[in-house]
């Protein structure tokens, strides 16, 4: 746990939002903070809703790597013989009209097949390196990006469910080909304060 929570020595961050509560309703000028948020090598035990901050709901923290080269992923699939999972075909899909496919292939979505696909790669991954404890995709801010993906290890609402192992990390590291240590990223969708109330993104 100190591995995780230390890490890296880095300079104190400033105390702004979003890694404190946002004063008044939610703005642009937050939306903006939180797309610019630069990921940490220590996260404050502030942030952790554990303990004394039990009753606090600060946004949602993932910590590992920033996947830059987001192929490596099916790359990693097909090595392993990951194959989709088969869905049932709706009896609406024949009647679509090419305009029709053309609006669903304008949408920013990820299907649910594209989900398991990506579980299925990371399990498959976790069995071949046989690693403590399976890793997970996570979608976060980063500055430069809008969002991007990254392999995450740990969270600061699921410390109680385990750490990441440091031979898990060596072994992520080679295979991944990151060329950083890990490090806190805040998440894309769970970026506020009090999350459960509202979800602004």
Known sequence: MAQ?????????????????????PLSAAHVE???????????????IPTGRYSNTRPPRFHYGWALEIFDRLYETAKELGVQPRARDEDSDD?????EDEEEEEELPTVSTTEIYFRDD?????????????????????????DRITMVALAENYAFKDGFALFSDMEKLTDHFK????????????????????????
Do not use: C
């Not at 991954?125 to 430069?144: D, I």
């Open 121 to 145: 790669a990371m399990t498959a991954l976790t069995k071949h390196l046989k690693l403590g404890k399976e890793p997970y995709l996570a979608t976060v801010f980063r500055p430069g990006k």
């Open 4 to 24: 995780i929570l230390q890490a890296k020595p880095q300079a104190r961050p400033k105390l702004e939002f979003p890694l404190i509560p946002q004063k008044g």
């Open 94 to 98: 024949d009647s679509e009209t090419e």
């Open 178 to 201: 990151f060329d950083s240590e890990p490090m806190w990223y805040i998440d894309a969708y769970f970026w506020m304060w009090n999350g459960d109330d509202y979800w602004y993104s």
């Open 33 to 47: 903070k939180a797309h610019s948020f630069e990921p940490m090598y220590k996260l404050p035990s502030f942030l």
